[in-house]
């Protein structure tokens, strides 16, 4: 079955960065745009960025675009979120979500569309 593995969480100081992991296993990993979410402490669920299958396009939220980078390497079925000067307002639970349905076609991203989340992994920012 689909599952999907984070890690790379913890606590980082205000200008910090984090490089988040997402190993996934179970399905034809190319074949599959995946995304990064986050929920803050009393917050409802935010979408964070998005990646084609293929690598060929990537989406950020207004929150963090220009500091975070994501990326994929399907050699190693592995998505990653580079998060550089961090904020405190980006404190939260990080998941990894696989969309529902394989080859996206448009670079428009709803956590309505996702299929499979893994468990999140926590990051904290912190002085």
């Known amino acids: 079955q689909v599952q999907l593995v984070e890690s790379g969480g913890g606590l980082a100081q205000p200008g910090g960065s984090l490089r988040l992991s997402c190993a996934a296993s179970g399905f034809l990993f190319e074949s599959y745009a995946m995304s990064w979410a986050r929920q803050a402490p009393g917050k409802g669920l935010e979408w964070v960025s998005g990646i084609f299958g293929d690598g060929s396009e990537t989406a950020y939220a207004d929150s963090v675009k220009g500091r975070f980078t994501i990326s994929r390497d399907n050699a190693k079925n592995t998505v990653y979120l580079q998060m550089n000067s961090l904020k405190p307002e980006d404190t939260g639970l990080y998941f990894c979500?696989?969309?529902?349905?394989?080859?996206?076609?448009?670079?428009?991203?709803?956590?309505?569309?996702?299929?499979?989340w893994g468990q999140g992994t926590q990051v904290t920012v912190s002085s």
């Open positions: 979500a696989r969309d529902r349905n394989p080859f996206r076609l448009y670079n428009d991203y709803d956590v309505a569309q996702f299929g499979s």
